[in-house]
């Protein structure tokens, strides 16, 4: 009986041995590489077009390894020429595992003969860099999105919009002489609310200007 029970041990201690050396085969046989995507964008990554001028996609390409699949790019967003502004089209691709990349193009519209654009903002802290929209409303005012040029959302706490809200709306009339005045003001994140002093368009150079109450000098160009 003693010599049944050692022999069935045996029997199993060598059928779980050669079960695991196979379990290791089928490890080491299902080895694989992945290859991610690469995304490359045809043209620049920021196009600048006047309203009303048609946008044309400059295209794009993505390779998996040797293999093209391009086909495969899904492009998100769209572009309105006829308002000024900054439109972002973002490209992404997912490789055979499902790894996914993507790349953004942003597409600035400007008026070169009106207030209402797209403008980069600056201060006496940084250069025009941060990107500001005067919208026309439509009644004879003017939504500048943010009266502090950026100075907040851009310099002082990049990336911590939507979160918190950095951008302090303002609305303006553009009067006779081309000076500004602010008739409201929207929300923000902060209790106190600077306003616009000084303000003036500059129809010949399409330069926005003006100092907030708070002392921020403020210059947009197109």
């Avoid at 000098?217 to 197109?222: A, G, H, M």
Wanted: charged fraction near 15%.
């Amino acid at each position: 009986m003693k010599k049944i029970l050692l022999s069935g041990l045996a029997v199993c201690l060598s059928a779980f041995m050669l079960t695991s050396c196979n379990d290791g085969e089928d490890q080491l046989t299902d080895t694989r590489v992945t290859h991610f995507a690469d995304l490359q964008l045809q043209g620049d990554e920021l196009i600048v077009l006047n309203v009303g001028e048609p946008y044309v996609e400059p295209g794009y390409t993505a390779t998996e390894g040797e293999n093209d699949i391009t086909d495969k790019v899904v492009v998100s967003g769209s572009v309105n020429t006829n308002v000024g502004g900054f439109y972002d089209l973002v490209y992404s691709v997912a490789n055979t595992d499902n790894f996914s990349n993507s790349v953004t193009r942003t597409v600035m519209v400007v008026n070169p003969n009106g207030l209402a654009s797209a403008y980069w903002g600056s201060t006496q802290f940084y250069g025009p860099e941060a990107p500001i929209i005067i919208t026309d409303n439509g009644d004879g005012t003017y939504t500048i999105d943010d009266l502090m040029a950026g100075y907040y959302f851009y310099y002082n706490y990049p990336g911590y919009e939507p979160t918190y809200d950095f951008h302090l709306e303002a609305i303006v009339t553009l009067n006779d002489d081309n000076t500004l005045t602010q008739v409201g003001a929207g929300s923000w994140y902060f209790s106190s609310k600077p306003t616009v002093t000084n303000g003036v368009y500059d129809p010949s150079t399409g330069t926005v200007s003006w100092v907030t109450s708070n002392g921020l000098s403020v210059q947009l160009t197109k």
